[in-house]
């Protein structure tokens, strides 16, 4: 997965590759990365489907890289687009939802 220009201090991620990982019709999570202060995964949701996430024990941005949709965090409703960068902390609950065109956002994890 990183790139062959790669150390152990530093990793390159191809998008392509990382956008065909999570292809197809299906809600699909790849964890790409993964250290011990954080973690990156590429999450997708096609369009219409339903995000059955549960709240997670870290704190969580979300970039947007493709796709119209909200977010519900707690009991708040915010539109998302692409560039939209989003902050969840840990425990909150959360899920997108009325998900129009089909949403590829980074998930990124790090310690709470």
Not at 42 to 64: C, N, T
Not at 65 to 71: D, H, N, Q, S, V
């Amino acid at each position: 997965m990183g790139d062959n220009n790669s150390s152990k201090d530093w990793l390159v991620f191809d998008p392509e590759e990382l956008a065909g990982r999570v292809a197809g019709n299906e809600a699909r999570i790849f964890e790409f990365l993964r250290v011990p202060t954080l973690s990156v995964s590429i999450y997708r949701l096609p369009a219409g489907s339903k995000d059955m996430q549960a709240p997670h024990m870290e704190d969580e941005v979300y970039y947007v890289i493709e796709g119209k949709a909200r977010l519900r965090v707690e009991d708040k409703n915010h539109d998302i687009r692409p560039g939209s960068v989003l902050y969840v902390r840990a425990t909150a609950a959360h899920s997108f939802f009325d998900i129009e065109e089909d949403l590829v956002v980074l998930a990124i994890f790090g310690k709470a």
